[in-house]
């Protein structure tokens, strides 16, 4: 269905799709400013449902839509894989893919010679449209937060605030104990999960029946108040391994991460896992301790989280206007306002480049010259890992061979060559267990069983040559990457 806006132009429907009400969250700033635009705006929870134009956030889904837009549901997303993020995020299938600031660019920068991570049209940071409610008219959500607080009827001066991803193990009882007896108010605020959930919810429930009313300091927060609001009033935040612990850095405030506490996605349930340079780390047992000290020092905790919150979050306020003015421009087949942001594997890979066509003229000393500091800058190119390596086992240098060629094979979306390379430097060095572990990995890459056969006489040819080669000899027969 199309919509005509002031202009008398006809505009496509966009359709947002969530799985919760987070998800949902993620995504209202995006659709309110498609709305003000005039684009009729639909929310759907079946992500399979055809749409015009669809804007995802969930999990490795696949899109159904004319023009698509994929952006994070939460700052923490697979932060148990991190940094291999679009290995498992089918990204490539969208137009447009969208990450909220710094780090998470950073983040893509590492995999973005995967061709998952690259969708049709680029990856932009145009950050995090939940940033807006705070950035985008301060004055307004000030007096919200303002009233929530007076909602709430607050004792104390200071509050510390608890958040969790999962309720599990009577956690929320944990902090209530911690800090009842403070002259703190102690702020609980679950996350709005969806009835999928059943045994969360029902946790949920236990928790704040045992909490409503137990103490004039103890305040339960409907789950359904957005979490900006309640981080306006914390001091401190205590959580397992939340995405609220980044999105505090919004609002200067410090995060506390239990991490002995359990999380229950696996069987048996696993510690909280909390890859984030920015939070403070503690156990159940010095949670108390960990926040008063915060607490004594606020000031300079403050300045640390404004530094941490810049490398988090870009355009704070204009996220939701960036994402649209390029939808439109995209949809118009004018050049983006904000353009992608550019793969440094992409700039590495033209010095590679430069660097074959001295090795193709047999002038490896100025091919060196640019690919040795591309190798100190980690760069994500695997061919320069690969063709160093391989000049390093023509010089009879194994130890740097394996060094670059391990390198390479790691970061080769399709590590058929490092790998055989690899392979053939451990027959060198004699290191047959090493070679023939490198031969199993090769045989899940290559296709035929007919290569398979071939590589596995290859490698058993070359071993066999190496146990009759004087100490050291050493092979010319690596492949180079082109």
């Not at 899109?63 to 991190?82: C, E, G, K, T």
């Not at 995020?89 to 991570?117: L, Y």
């Not at 939940?130 to 104390?156: P, Q």
């Not at 958040?163 to 605020?189: C, M, R, T, Y």
Request: include cysteine; charge should be negative; proline fraction near 6%.
């Amino acid at each position: 269905m199309t919509k005509t806006n002031s202009s008398n132009r006809s505009l496509p429907a966009m359709t947002f799709f969530y799985t919760d009400n987070c998800e949902r969250q993620a995504l209202a700033p995006v659709a309110l400013e498609a709305e003000h635009r005039g684009f009729e705006v639909k929310f759907s929870t079946n992500s399979k449902e055809r749409a015009e134009i669809g804007v995802y956030c969930e999990h490795a889904c696949q899109p159904n839509a004319d023009f698509s837009v994929i952006m994070l549901h939460d700052l923490a997303q697979r932060h148990d894989i991190w940094p291999s993020f679009w290995r498992y995020e089918p990204w490539n299938e969208f137009d447009m893919g969208i990450v909220p600031g710094k780090s998470w660019v950073d983040r893509w920068q590492t995999q973005a010679g995967f061709s998952m991570a690259r969708p049709r049209l680029g990856v932009f940071d145009s950050g995090w449209p939940k940033a807006d409610l705070v950035f985008r008219d301060k004055e307004v959500f000030s007096l919200e937060a303002d009233k929530l607080r007076k909602t709430l009827g607050l004792k104390y001066e200071k509050s510390v605030l608890y958040a969790p991803s999962w309720e599990n193990h009577g956690k929320q009882d944990d902090f209530v104990k911690a800090f009842i007896d403070l002259p703190v108010n102690v702020l609980l605020k679950q996350a709005p999960w969806s009835n999928a959930y059943p045994e969360v919810l029902s946790n949920i429930r236990q928790m704040n029946e045992l909490h409503r009313g137990c103490a004039d300091n103890v305040h339960i927060i409907d789950v359904e108040v957005s979490i900006m609001y309640c981080l306006s009033l914390a001091d401190v935040l205590v959580s397992d391994e939340s995405s609220v612990l980044t999105e505090a850095l919004l609002l200067d405030v410090p995060g506390v991460a239990v991490t002995d506490w359990l999380i229950p996605d696996t069987n048996p349930p696993r510690p909280a896992s909390v890859p984030y340079d920015y939070v403070t780390k503690t156990t159940k047992s010095k949670m108390r301790e960990t926040v008063e000290a915060i607490l004594a020092e606020p000031e300079s905790t403050r300045q640390k989280t404004r530094q941490d919150r810049d490398n988090q979050f870009s355009n704070l306020g204009k996220s939701a206007v960036l994402i649209m003015d390029n939808i439109v421009a995209a949809l118009e087949g004018r050049a983006l306002p904000t353009p992608a942001v550019t793969a440094q594997v992409d700039l590495d890979r033209a010095e590679y480049l430069r660097a074959e066509q001295y090795i193709n003229a047999s002038d490896n000393l100025e091919a060196m010259k640019i690919l040795i500091p591309l190798v100190q800058a980690e760069t994500e190119c695997w061919e320069v890992y690969n063709d160093l390596g391989t000049m390093m086992f023509n010089e009879g240098n194994l130890e740097d061979a394996f060094f670059l060629l391990e390198n390479a094979v790691k970061r080769a979306p399709d590590p058929v060559i490092p790998l055989s390379n690899l392979i053939e430097t451990y027959c060198a060095a004699g290191q047959a267990d090493m070679a023939l572990f490198n031969l199993a990995q090769l045989s899940r890459h290559v296709p035929k069983s007919q290569n398979k056969i071939a590589a596995i006489r290859s490698c058993m040819e070359t071993l066999l040559s190496a146990q009759q080669a004087p100490e050291y000899e050493h092979y010319t027969n690596l492949t180079m990457s082109a």
